[in-house]
């Protein structure tokens, strides 16, 4: 059961065939170095003089992470310090206090 299982077994090994056809398909095989042209996402570069165009959902992706990345710095720096060691700190400052009055 576990020979099936692991690719293993009378057809000579699926794994290996598997791995063989990975080599093939990478990022630097034979056929992919030939075509790649240095140019990201298959885009042409805008002339010298031109400015790049933005899409449509660049503007609201840029703002909603610069609003997000606001909102976690103010939330976590105003955060409540619920730490252990406050509540000892404070405990242990409240106690000759409380002992002195008695």
């Not at 252990?84 to 700190?89: K, M, N, P, S, V």
Request: glycine share 8%; aromatic share 10%.
């Amino acid at each position: 059961m576990l020979r099936g299982f692991w690719g293993v077994g009378e057809r000579g090994g699926r794994l290996k065939q598997r791995a063989t056809c990975q080599q093939r398909e990478t990022w630097f095989g034979p056929d992919t170095q030939e075509r790649h042209h240095g140019v990201l996402f298959n885009e042409t570069p805008p002339h010298p003089k031109q400015k790049m165009k933005w899409e449509d959902w660049e503007l609201l992706y840029y703002a909603t992470a610069i609003m997000a990345m606001l909102l976690l710095a103010v939330g976590l720096s105003a955060k409540r310090d619920t730490r252990i060691e406050t509540w000892a700190r404070k405990q242990a400052l409240e106690r000759p206090v409380a002992e002195e009055e008695e």
